[in-house]
């Protein structure tokens, strides 16, 4: 789980639901970024760690609840223990490397970014 983020893009497809593996109801997101020429795409599983909406000026024009479940109460289960453990490893990190965030020097967005 990475939290709720954001991604601007300008053109989706979403597959008719199928199943996958061990999975009953699953579908592919594809999506196309700004100044990008491949689609990209995300496998949306029922395992309760992720959902996707398309949204734009606060319309929700798809929302993967309705194809694929997602149980919520779960999903904030979930969502809360990685970021508890997202805040241990930011502590930590701070400490090993002098709050320069990973290794890398520069600062990692909040969780719920």
Request: some cysteine; proline content about 6%; glycine content about 6%.
């Amino acid at each position: 789980m990475t939290g709720r983020t954001r991604q601007p893009i300008r053109r989706f497809e979403v597959t008719i639901p199928h199943r996958h593996a061990q999975h009953e109801s699953s579908v592919i997101l594809w999506y196309l970024p700004p100044k990008a020429r491949k689609l990209r795409g995300r496998q949306i599983v029922p395992d309760n760690r992720q959902f996707y909406t398309i949204e734009q000026n606060g319309r929700v024009f798809y929302d993967s609840r309705t194809d694929v479940p997602c149980d919520m109460v779960e999903w904030e289960r979930l969502h809360q223990k990685s970021k508890a453990q997202w805040e241990r490893d930011k502590a930590e990190y701070a400490q090993l490397y002098g709050g320069k965030g990973i290794r890398t020097g520069h600062e990692r967005p909040e969780f719920d970014e």
